[in-house]
């Protein structure tokens, strides 16, 4: 692998332009992946925010479960945000009953859990191992985590408001999840620690 990792996105639904657009300014090589010839072309993927009932669909429909499945258990570093973090969950709370994701990480995530479009926010959340202060986190009918497996590193909770302590930020392995949407703010960081992982990996 050269010094600049091929990361897709996976394009079925959500913000996939401001992913690639994040990723690229951190110096990845980013394309978005719609087939699984596409997954096999790249070194680490994200699943970015947009409607997670729909994007557990759509994953069907393009024939892409299996590939991504497989490609998890082989180690490939995933990023999930927002409705990424609910496909990369190994429970759902409030989803619908035929809604299947990846269940990569030993959590329990809500959906909606802070509400639904009108009770979107902003707030600062520190996340562990990321230098230069709180990020400045959109979150936007947003999920929290409500139990974590042993396995399972806690990066950041939100500390302010009637959702204070919640779990907004984890880490099991190779694959990363945020409720909030760092690829709308600017903030380059969480993109950069991506990269930084799938050096790694």
Not at 28 to 40: Q, S, T
Not at 158 to 167: F, H, L, Y
Request: charge should be negative; aromatic fraction near 6%.
């Amino acid at each position: 692998m050269s010094d600049a990792p091929t990361i897709g996105v996976l394009a079925l639904q959500g913000d996939v332009r401001e992913h690639v657009a994040a990723l690229a300014g951190v110096g990845a090589d980013a394309r978005p992946v719609r087939r699984p010839a596409e997954l096999d072309a790249v070194d680490g993927l994200v699943v970015p925010g947009g409607e997670s009932t729909t994007i557990s669909k759509l994953v069907d429909i393009f024939e892409m479960r299996e590939p991504i499945d497989k490609r998890i258990a082989g180690g490939m570093p995933v990023y999930g945000s927002c409705a990424g973090m609910i496909m990369l969950a190994g429970e759902v709370l409030d989803g619908r009953p035929d809604q299947r994701g990846f269940a990569g990480i030993e959590m329990t995530v809500r959906r909606n859990a802070f509400g639904r479009q009108v009770d979107s926010f902003e707030a600062p959340v520190h996340i562990a191992g990321v230098e230069g202060g709180p990020f400045h986190a959109v979150f936007i009918r947003a999920p929290w985590v409500e139990r974590v497996g042993a396995d399972v590193q806690v990066l950041g909770r939100v500390t302010d408001g009637s959702a204070g302590d919640r779990i907004v930020a984890v880490r099991q392995g190779n694959l990363l999840a945020t409720s909030f949407h760092p690829e709308l703010t600017g903030d380059l960081r969480l993109h950069r620690y991506f990269v930084d992982l799938v050096r790694a990996a």
